[in-house]
Nanobody, 120 residues
């Protein structure tokens, strides 16, 4: 059974930092491109950052609204993907979810998400 479990969300003040983690199990992790999405109630889910199966030579992708502030990374040995979020803004408040998509057949999975609240 495939599971993606996010952690690291919480309440942080504007300008602060958080590091989200996503632990994957039940899949061949290094065959899946990984992404972080976020969703605010009443709005569509939006891509935050994506990382390919291998990162040699780059290949990460960021939404314009997080460029220079967020960094996505992965640990293929421990089946983890991370999102380091710096200089957080109130508009970053959302549920952040982990997403895995097989690099060849498109099979995909979602985590349940972790809530990030940026407020003073």
């Amino acid at each position: 059974q495939v599971q993606l479990v996010e952690s690291g969300g919480g309440l942080v003040q504007p300008g602060g930092s958080l590091r989200l983690s996503c632990a994957a199990s039940g899949l061949i992790f290094d065959s899946f491109a990984m992404s972080w999405y976020r969703q605010v109630p009443g709005k569509e889910r939006e891509l935050v950052a994506a990382i390919p199966i291998r990162t040699v030579g780059g290949g990460t992708n960021y939404a314009d609204f997080v460029k220079g502030r967020f960094t996505i990374s992965r640990d293929n040995v421990n089946s983890m993907v991370y999102l380091q979020m710096n200089n957080l803004k109130p508009e970053d408040t959302a549920v952040y979810s982990c997403y895995a998509q097989h690099y060849r057949n498109g099979m995909n999975y979602w985590g349940k998400g972790t809530l990030v609240t940026v407020s003073s």
